[in-house]
């Protein structure tokens, strides 16, 4: 189905601006200049290369069949034959410079001296480039619920009961119908090729073998069928990002069903992008995106600064409301989970639209700043409306860094958690880093499990934990009434 | 109407006491000798020019028509002969040395690489002079109030509202009769002229531009017409500190209405000056007002220091009180605000004397120290008179930094909030850094509402935060009783 | 009366033991070995200069009238012949070298750069002795008690009342039957001299001068009836440590009433010393004391360290309990108040045995760590028995610094506050600074009332602060039930 | 009984691996390859030695007579000839390099200059080596419970009451039927000759001489009855980990009783230990243990790191249950005490259960972290249980450091405090630093009974703190529901 009309460097340098945009790929030479602007990553990384060869940039995030299946066929404009003089001369081939950072994976430690999460956020930090440390580690605004995602754990204290049996600790369980032997399972996190050149894949290979769920962004380096594909029998789960086009999220859905996904997790916390300053600021100073020298792309700096995350979203749809649950349940036969609710509110909403389940989560903090902290929530369904537990699988992520705040989770109803930058930091080593990062929180867990004296997920119950320093914090109303109601009571 | 006599240098000279001062300010030659111990600014400045052209500081401060609007007709002694050849003497032109730490335009980074509030800060904490860092940036005594103000808003918890339609965010409303783009306003500061050649009226032409109504302020570095003819169609208000000579506010009133001003903002929260210690200190060490070469102004270098703030606030009137409400509303046919009111108690009387509204203010902590957080004030009135919200507009100052900060000033009841440092480092980059920085808030500001799920500021309400954690501060009584009532009923 | 017998150097070197002790001061010859082991500061200092002259450091603590008036006549062994020959042997004269950080004057800055109190205890840090700013700023343990009696002032949220007439705002008030000008008074501390030549005269002049009261320490730098005869119509109180010799109590009372003393403040908190590790420690490292060269005082190098507080509290008597109230009132005749009170159930018990007034204190948390701010005490009696504020006069001292702290005592019921530390740094700067010290909280004082909207001090009350932060510390009931009751109760 | 057969080093070097390990210790050869793996201190350390002479390592840590009475006969494969001209090769008798960082005692300062236990850490960090500073000082995961043991303490206030006579202040007390003159006693703690050669026989000679009660870990460097024969009066308590080999707990225990052992303390918070990063990673970087040179050793250097803590619990059953009280009961006629117990309920079983007290224990923050401070269960016990506090005998520890803290745990209902590692650190000065340590404490203790008015331990109630900081975070429910009773009454 391929071009194979040859094209010779010559022509191709001829189209070299944004409004007429070739680029050479592994080969094939596409003419991207309507695709461009819809690209998640960003017209200007593209408009970087426009007239040359991107293959190395390419191949660094994207998979090789990632063009072909989501590009027109008419767009690609033949063959690239590399035996054309032309083709070797190095101030053709060589891109404009990029960030020099790069990752240099000598400089990390053996794997075997990580021992806890943090340690692999420190490789993390020191190893991969800037532009990806921005991306992966910076949140809205302040990073205040960044921050209390994780703080909040650590001031329950558990209440563990000594003198029992605790030999064995399971840490079996079911999620969405999949048996995993974690209760913790990736939560969607974009373009993990940043990180690693396996990206997806190795987190499919170091889970697969260790039996833990994976969610696959929207966003993901690979598309879902090949990820999957390298793990026939491992419980994935897909993230959904709306698309304004909702022909295309419908097209989407139908995918990675065939693909063998267990569930469908559609994001909620993010119709519009949330202001994450580090990420705009690396633009602004250095990154790769600022420097495209022969385009329209710098006319594209907006005066919001530089944020990947932030560019990346455009396609989202802002206008997904409730009435477009029964659109969902057209458009796949999977279950349905909403991931961002933050409010015991939505998720009565929720229950009552007949949803399988939500994830409490606010984005990693990553979206509004001063957003609730997912424990807060959870603790919120617990005082308001504790029948969601029995009607749905609860789920939460944002803030999750060991085994004991996945046991306070657990005692606390959740049937999961989800983890994912800490994932996102582990596969810097590759699948053998996320096996060993999994077993790391595997002991952390049962370890914990046999400390405050059970044996069994199921055993974990709200009277292990003492969240009275959170309590307070605990709204006692759903918060409903509009200001027309406030104002009205408020006048008696 | 300008005396023409000619007078000669040798002539100005002698007149260089406090005794007996004239200065020559752009080709006129002045008698202060009568107005300076009334100068806003101090006398000590005045002084400091004695016998001498004081045309290059006055320039910097204030407008040229200032002097002839403001001095009696008398004190104009004649014009100044710049042919006179001692006129040119550099020993007499020259001033005495002033701070040197001058306004470096070149030092500041590129406008748009400022992204927030604090960028703007920290410019101006490096580019402005050190007297006037120390004057806008200081605040009362152990800066308590002045951090609450801020760090409170970060312990309210939004409670967000997902699938909701967000498509439009519209951020209009109505301030005091008058259609805005967006809900907040410049707060009243003192002479934008030390930060800005164009001082109020770059922050009028911004503003403009943007749909942002301005408050000016009583020592603002232009006479208020000047500021309200450049933006013909703009909404502005005034704040008055009202005088010890009662005449003198009155006719200022009648000017200001007349140059179609549209609500007046009576400060009631600074009836003698705070003790900001850092305004005190700057010319304890080095300030320009310390060296005063020539005349009795050292003498005027007092036990507490060299704050600008005190000095400047010398007219003010101590003894106003509820009973000048009349007075008020005889002066003016405006609207009229209480600008600095502090407790429900307060805030129910202004209601009962009628007055238009107030806003809850501390003057951004300046003035006394550990007096009560703007926010806390507002959570006051939701608990104990909730009704004043439906009765008058209820506006918020001090310590607004974010988007997310005035979001949850309105979901609490309050029409608008206003903002005074912040814009005075925004203009700090003339009337486009105005712009620029109404833009960062404004984007801020939709983001919020959008991740909160509302499309319109009407549909802000107390449901959509979670204040629990500052409610604990939040008293149960109005605290009128006087001590006599109180000793009495402990005697129960 | 004095002893003029002659006595020759080579006389004097023989007793040069703590066996046998003597010591020419100013021109007497003392013999100190019974006295030695009493002297509040301590053995060792006395036994340096055995056989010697001690007259410059003498007089660099103590008044010249101090021995004769204490010691016994048989004690002054005769007149010193300064002619002698062998007097003028520098060996002989030159006491054993001491620590070496010296008074430095010159390195003060100017008063008038001082603008509040922590500017006079930073000054004071950097010019006084390493021992003599070790006892002064030391506390107990850990210092939170120390740290929490200012902190949990910055605690109590005011709630001004603006649009009051404030032209006017008058301090005065009446402390146990004495007019003054400012509602607070020299809390009393040791041996003035160790900062001041002048000591205790050189506070007393200043107090006079601006009408504030002065309570004089038991361990004053000079006998109180020469501090209280400089300044004839001063209010003076006098602070006792009771005895354990109860008729040397007696003696003195008998003497400060004599001495025109208004009232007597007895010390309560203080039984036995606490640990004040950096005093203490002093010792260890550097301190004069440890260098004594002649003696059996190395061997009083205790295991503890070298606390000046602790030796010199060894006379005081830690029997002292309620039945010594009728002894106490047996002594004088003048208004008792009991100081170091930190608890309901004792201020009550002071109420019912009839007494004037009580100071509640923790001795600046220089005794028992941890125990409760004074605020918080404070707050205790409002909520436990606040009959008491009508029955007799309530004093608060430890963490006042803030015109703003003292305010808040007197709202919630305080007749004055007492300041002990700053008044001893202000006396760095002699009388001059004690009067610029008390011109500053003058300052705040007022300026703090104008801003809430009240003229006198009789108008403060409750519900002009907020204590909602520390009203959830203060008990709901005395806590006078015994341990047998305790687990009786329990039991049930 | 000894074998005397004569081995030469030319045999003894052959068996030099994990398979085949033979070892020298004080002229006897030892087979160890049969119990090296059961070794608590880890197998590495002995395969080290394999083929060599280990007495100099042997000494530093374990009595003489440990392997002689913990081995079999049959592992007893001669004398050593030390006459043996091999032996004295250089080469074979220097064991490989150990971490170079050696206890200095020189670099100690004098005893006399340390005041409290805060010193006496400080001068342990800095003098032993790395890896024992890791092994005592780590806690676990995030150091939450470690830091809050001590820093829930500082959260309450005294009530003090004065004008009590407190001229005598007795500290004597009676645990577990063992009159002694201090409320508290060492805690057990492995292998005291980490830090002093004298280890466990140091503390107790400190302790006889001050009527200090000594609880002697499973873990002690010495055999108990070699350590109890050198104070033959003094009161000493056993900390038994029950064994997976009941038959060796049984063996113990005999032994114990037999060795005049007052009371058993059975230690249950620590069925799997906890992960004590610090511990760990000595190992990961640089601590002796992974350089081993020869043998299958370094194959244990496992995922987690190297923690002492870890490798030393082994043996531990974590079976152990309450179905074993019956059994232990069985095996010792001696009162037992449950040491580590976290919350009410557990304490109401162990009532229940007929055991003569319990020790409120965390473990000093080193097994779960978030586990709750020690004085949080005091608490829950003084609300939900009181009646516990006259049916057994509570112990506190973890945490204790001032005289403060023991005080404000009597006032609560504890009959004793335990002090673990601060004793430990007392110990680095052998016997001596021990009394010095116990006359710091007493003091303490002793002022703060005289400062809250206090003669005698039986006077302490609960009136006499303030706990309301920590009421807050007290539970008012045991927690014992499960899970499927949470959720039923959740569907209510």
């Known amino acids: 189905m391929a071009n194979d009309k040859e094209i010779r460097v010559d022509e191709i340098k001829k189209h070299n601006s944004d409004q007429d945009c070739w680029l050479v790929v592994n080969d094939n030479v596409w003419n991207l200049t309507e695709f461009a602007p819809q690209h998640p990553g960003g017209a200007a990384i593209i408009y970087k290369y426009a007239g040359r060869d991107a293959s190395e940039a390419y191949n660094s995030i994207h998979a090789p069949s990632l063009l072909s299946t989501n590009l027109r066929r008419e767009d690609n404009k033949g063959k690239f034959n590399t035996a054309d003089a032309a083709a070797s001369d190095p101030e053709w081939l060589k891109p404009p410079p990029t960030e020099t950072r790069a990752i240099e994976v000598g400089a990390k430690p053996p794997l075997q001296t990580l021992i806890n999460s943090y340690d692999f956020e420190g490789v993390a930090s020191r190893t991969v480039t800037a532009k990806t440390w921005a991306f992966y580690s910076s949140a809205a605004t302040d990073l205040i619920t960044r921050d209390a995602n994780k ?24 999620i969405l119908g999949c048996e995993v032997d974690l209760p913790f399972f990736v939560s969607p996190a974009a373009m993990a090729k940043l990180v690693h050149p396996d990206g997806e894949k190795a987190l499919a290979a170091g889970c697969a073998t260790k039996g833990v769920a994976q969610c696959i962004s929207s966003n993901a380096s690979f598309p879902v069928g090949e990820i999957t594909s390298t793990q026939p029998n491992h419980p994935f789960f897909f993230q959904l990002y709306v698309n304004k086009d909702r022909a295309a999220s419908e097209k989407l859905l139908a995918e990675v069903e065939a693909a063998g996904v267990k569930a469908i997790m559609v994001t909620v916390d993010a119709p519009v992008p949330g202001k994450r300053e580090a990420d705009e600021r690396v633009k602004a100073d250095a990154a790769a995106l600022q420097r495209v020298p022969n385009s329209g792309a710098t006319a594209r700096n907006d005066n919001k600064g530089g944020g990947l995350g932030r560019t990346m979203g455009g396609y989202i749809d802002p206008t997904l409301s409730w009435k477009d649950v029964k659109w969902l349940r057209r458009s796949t036969k999977l279950p349905i989970v909403l991931k961002g609710v933050q409010s015991a509110s939505d998720v009565k909403l929720a229950m009552d639209y007949g949803l399988d389940g939500v994830v409490l989560s606010n984005h990693g903090g990553r979206n509004l700043d001063t957003s609730p902290p997912s424990i807060l929530t959870l603790l919120e369904l617990n005082r308001l409306c504790p029948e969601v537990f029995s009607r749905m699988e609860i789920f939460v992520d944002s803030g999750i860094r060991r085994g004991t705040d996945i046991l306070k989770c657990l005692c606390l109803g959740a049937k999961a958690v989800g983890m994912g930058r800490p994932f996102l930091y582990a596969v810097n080593y590759g699948a053998e880093g996320v096996e060993h990062f ?22 974990a119950h709200p009277g292990l934990v003492n969240t009275l320093d959170l309590d307070r914090f605990v709204p006692s109303t759903m918060g409903d009434d509009d200001m027309k109601s406030v104002r009205e009571k408020s006048k008696l």
């Open 151 to 174: 703080s909040m754990f650590d001031r329950i204290w558990f209440r563990p009961r000594l003198m029992r049996d605790v030999k064995h600790a399971s840490t079996k369980t079911k």
């Open 438 to 459: 999994i077993e790391i929180m595997r002991d952390e867990l049962e370890t914990s499990m046999r400390l405050v004296g059970i044996n069994s997920l199921e055993e």
